[in-house]
């Protein structure tokens, strides 16, 4: 989701700010260069990452409530059909670079494996005590509530050496994720096969280059995107009763959710196509300027892991049973009050706070990379050299100075 994502483009650093710093060095830049600019953040991805994660957790937010009203119920799996699918487009796109390389290796896992292991333990022990659920296990193999998400990405970015070397990528992811809708002996285990059936999802992301999602966001885009997601809204509470909105989550094969075998290649094609098209829209309204939420796409990690806290809390001391908030104005209230709450949650303050958690520096944990270390000693062999060569210069200047006076 979001690591989506939330750590994947650099820092925004004007270039401005580079040359003053320049200018200020005066003749200390002859003797070292200067640094190298940091790569500005795309307004666009931090909106569009942003928007994604509100809709998340207004989703898990509708998750109680949707059981009394038909229109919640097709705006739930309106939400569903696009909102995970655009943030694994995102994390596929800004996980093109990943080599194998021992510095993208240390990112992965200080930014996606340690959180996991972190959420992974904490959410259960959080329901024993606030649920009372003293039984609750604890298993990093069975990723529980949001944690899934850590363990696919984790899984996927150590695959993108390989979907980048065979010929056509998504043909191929998608030929997985078919044969896994029809695979129910593949368990639970790591969340499999929500792993394999939005796998296609990152291995689009990973196909996509700037121009294309310049392309969706284009003015007859934007106007077209209007009645595509009216339809959608009517065919999705034409489909409240008729269909099974368990296909939406891909965590099922279609045995296990009752449906013929041939079902699930079916629907696996049906739901990509319908997904990707929504999730193009949602791109097409995202504005690409600097808004009053942009910083905070940066910290949307943080946002879509402690905000389940928040609704389980709910959930686990019946908040969501109250009568008030099964009506149209309560519905709308628990959406806004969940939104405003994830805001909350990716702002820097709390990025701060738990930056020691989603983004440990853990540099005592990992042997040193043999190939910086000998630039390091071939650095650090150069200036001592300069130094002594400088030293050795300024003694026979000042001996000539002595000798001519």
């Known amino acids: 989701m979001f690591h989506a994502a939330s750590s994947l483009v650099p820092s925004p650093r004007s270039a401005q700010n580079q040359n003053d710093q320049h200018d200020q060095s005066g003749d200390r830049s002859v003797e070292r260069p ?29 998750e109680p409530l949707k059981g009394d009203s038909r229109v919640l119920q097709a705006a739930y799996m309106l939400v569903y059909a696009f909102h995970m699918p655009a943030f694994i487009v995102i994390s596929g796109f800004f996980s093109r670079s990943f080599d194998g390389s021992p510095g993208r290796l240390k990112r992965l896992i200080t930014g996606v494996a340690v959180p996991y ?7 259960p022990i959080f329901r024993r005590y606030v649920d009372h659920t003293p039984t609750q296990d604890i298993s990093l193999l069975d990723p529980w509530y949001l944690t899934w998400f850590l363990c696919a990405l984790f899984i996927w970015r150590l695959t993108t050496p390989v979907w980048k070397l065979v010929r056509h990528p998504l043909p191929l992811a998608l030929g997985i994720a078919m044969l896994a809708s029809v695979t129910p002996a593949i368990g639970d285990d790591l969340d499999l096969q929500r792993v394999l059936q939005f796998l296609p999802f990152f291995v689009l992301g990973l196909c996509l ?9 284009r003015r007859p885009v934007r106007i077209a995107a209007v009645p ?15 269909m099974n909105g368990a296909w939406l989550y891909h965590r099922d094969s279609a045995q296990e959710l009752g449906a013929p075998w041939w079902a699930g290649p079916v629907m696996q094609l049906a739901l990509f196509g319908c997904s990707l098209l929504l999730t193009a829209c949602f791109f097409s309204w995202v504005p690409g ?9 940066a ?15 709910a959930d686990y001391r019946g908040w969501f049973d109250h009568p008030a908030l099964h009506r149209p104005l309560g519905e709308i209230a ?26 440990p520096r853990m540099e005592w944990a990992f042997q040193r990379d043999a190939a910086a270390l000998a630039r390091e000693r071939e650095t ?17 200047t000042r001996r000539a100075k002595e000798a001519g006076a």
């Open 289 to 297: 300027r600097t808004m009053w939420f942009t910083a905070l796409g």
């Open 299 to 313: 910290g949307t990690l943080c946002g879509y892991l402690l905000h389940g806290f928040l609704i389980k809390t």
């Open 380 to 396: 650090r062999e150069s200036r001592e050299s300069r130094d002594g060569r400088g030293s050795r210069d300024s003694g026979d």
């Open 334 to 359: 628990v959406s806004v009050a969940i939104a405003a709450a994830v805001t909350l949650l990716c702002t820097p303050p709390v990025r701060r706070a738990f930056r020691f958690v989603l983004e």
């Open 117 to 123: 292991v972190v959420f992974e333990t904490a959410y």
């Open 209 to 217: 280059e700037p121009r294309h999602f310049r392309l969706v966001r």
């Open 34 to 62: 200067s640094p190298r600019p940091a790569a500005k953040r795309d307004a666009f991805f931090d909106n569009a990452k942003y928007l994604a994660i509100v809709l998340v957790a207004v989703g898990h937010a509708w």
């Open 228 to 242: 595509v997601f009216a339809l959608a809204l009517a065919f999705t509470w034409w489909a409240v009763p008729r």
